[in-house]
T-cell receptor
């Protein structure tokens, strides 16, 4: 089983719709969780950190389910500019200060006019 | 504030040749990471530095890859000799300190091995 798994999509969604996707992780010791956005041929940029209590930033809501070992991202009122690849990232919190991220393959989202 | 700088942006080499990438992190960022992103995949951590010390290099293919951050600022990643499967984007990221703070990525170096 892969450490971090995402549905690669593509998700084709009409503008204005709500879209949600999940990411599962295999290591129950994982300590922190993130969603990154990556545009074509660009570097990843942090979209949201995911907290145990869930968090919301404008049209974006992220949630964590530790019992089932998944995180989710919900985008409301989707815009054309939301078209991108969304990468799930998990920090295992290794010993000695190791805190590099383990990424999923990404979910490709296409917002259609 | 200047971001993470990487060079070159693109590099094409033949297999078995050597190549080096350079990264200048955001000023004051103590933690520096190198990631490899193969087309269609998420970034994969290669190595993490804290100042000039290696914190995690468990996924670095040490038979051909090496990295250093001698003065705790700039870093170089080297591949010697390169293989076809090394074709990827090599991303450098930095964060202010260890411990789940936001990591900022550079634009990456796109390596093609032919």
């Amino acid at each position: 089983r892969k450490e971090v798994e995402q549905d690669p999509g593509p998700f084709n969604v009409p503008e204005g719709a709500t879209v949600a996707f999940n990411c599962t992780y295999s290591n129950s010791a994982s300590q922190s969780f993130f969603w990154y956005r990556q545009d074509c041929r660009k570097e990843p940029k942090l979209l949201m950190s995911v907290y145990s209590s869930g968090n919301e930033d404008g049209r974006f809501t992220a949630q964590l389910n530790r019992a089932s070992q998944y995180i989710s991202l919900l985008i409301r009122d989707s815009k054309l500019s939301d078209s991108a690849t969304y990468l799930c990232a998990v920090n295992l919190g290794g010993g000695g200060g190791a805190d590099g991220l383990t990424f999923g393959k990404g979910t490709h989202l296409i917002i259609q006019p | 504030e200047a971001g993470v700088a990487q060079s070159p942006r693109y590099k094409i080499i033949e297999k078995r040749q050597s190549v080096a990438f350079w990264c200048n992190p955001i000023s004051g960022h103590a933690t520096l990471y190198w990631y490899q992103q193969i087309l269609g995949q998420g970034p994969k951590l290669l190595i993490q530095f804290q100042n000039n010390g290696v914190v995690d290099d468990s996924q670095l293919p040490k038979d051909r890859f090496s990295a250093e951050r001698l003065k705790g600022v700039d870093s170089t990643l080297k591949i010697q000799p390169a293989k076809l499967e090394d074709s990827a984007v090599y991303l450098c990221a930095s964060s202010e300190q260890q411990g789940y703070t936001e990591a900022f990525f550079g634009q990456g170096t796109r390596l093609t091995v032919v």
